[in-house]
């Protein structure tokens, strides 16, 4: 059989991948391409492919180890895969703000796969963001001066003792997060990263977690963060996919933020996601000292 075929959407990242058959064994080298491929387009769309909780497992693992989200309720006797869930009667949704999912780890995860079970009548999209893009497009200036520094990434707020969804009822979370108490690892990481599959730069930095950049007062801290966040969501930086039955999105979190709709209530969204382990991160500035 031949390989799988990449071809780029018309937006400024992510490519939607045919000739494979996600039900089935990947072919020799399609794992390998399919990995190489998500490192350069930051996102890769499938479609029309149902799958099993059995072969979304071994879909994952062909490509990497699965690591398990502590916060998120899984899906019961498969913990490998976390549920992505809103019901018809809840008003938040998970991943509702800008973010890149495991940033708040010493190791921040590879990506994710995310696959549609059960999609609302209509929106529900969800967005993605260019981390290259932003980088890219930023002024030499700044980007001299982000290249040396480091951020402190945290999910104390998000998933934490103290986390809205736990102490204002309107935050309600359902039972979606469970155990806060894991969330006492706060961590830096560089600002601009170099991309462990592609070697690109990319702004590392995400309105979710990231709380603080080292060296700069507070006020100063925040402006920074601020301006670096409205930039990262230009709309010339970001691609809106679409989800249908069978539908598969796999991002990489270092490469990209994503954003879910919540413009459909009143109707249920269920979507599986497993996650992919990651390696540690390295700074972009260190060929600049050549
Ligand atoms: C996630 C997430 C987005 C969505 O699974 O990490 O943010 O559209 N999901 O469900
Ligand atoms: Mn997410």
Redesign the pocket.
């Known amino acids: 059989m031949s390989p799988p075929v990449f071809t780029p959407t018309d937006g400024p990242l992510g490519a939607f991948v045919t000739g494979v058959n996600l039900s089935g064994r990947l072919e020799p080298g399609a794992a390998a391409a399919i990995h190489t491929a998500l490192g350069e387009h930051g996102v890769l769309y499938f479609r029309g492919q149902e799958i099993s909780r059995e072969q979304h497992i071994a879909f994952a693992e062909a490509v990497a180890p699965i690591v398990i989200?502590r916060f998120?309720t899984p899906v019961t006797g498969y913990p490998q895969i976390?549920e992505?869930r809103k019901e018809a009667d809840q008003k938040l949704?998970?991943?509702?703000a800008w973010?890149a999912?495991h940033s708040y780890d010493q190791i921040p995860a590879t990506g994710?796969i995310?696959a549609a079970k059960v999609l609302p009548p209509t929106g529900?999209?969800?967005l993605f963001a260019s981390m290259y893009a932003a980088y890219d497009s930023l002024p030499a200036a700044t980007q001299a001066h982000i290249n040396e520094l480091r951020a402190l990434h945290s999910s104390r707020h998000v998933f934490g003792a103290d986390a809205a969804h736990l102490t204002d009822p309107d935050n309600d979370q359902g039972g979606r997060y469970h155990n806060p108490n894991a969330a006492t690892q706060d961590v830096w990481h560089p600002v601009v990263i170099r991309h462990p599959i592609s070697g690109r730069r990319a702004l590392y930095v995400n309105p979710d977690f990231t709380v603080q950049i080292d060296g700069l007062s507070e006020t100063d801290s925040a402006e920074l963060l601020d301006e670096l966040f409205t930039h990262a969501q230009r709309p010339e930086h970001i691609y809106r996919?679409k989800?249908e039955p069978g539908s598969i999105?796999f991002w990489d979190n270092r490469a990209t933020w994503?954003?879910?709709?919540n413009d459909y209530h009143g109707h249920r969204?269920l979507?599986h996601?497993i996650?992919l382990e990651g390696v540690a991160l390295e700074g972009a500035e260190r060929d600049s000292l050549a």
């Open positions: 989200n998120f976390a992505v949704n998970i991943g509702g973010h999912d994710s995310l529900g999209d969800t996919f989800w999105a994503h954003f879910a709709e969204r979507m996601r996650t």
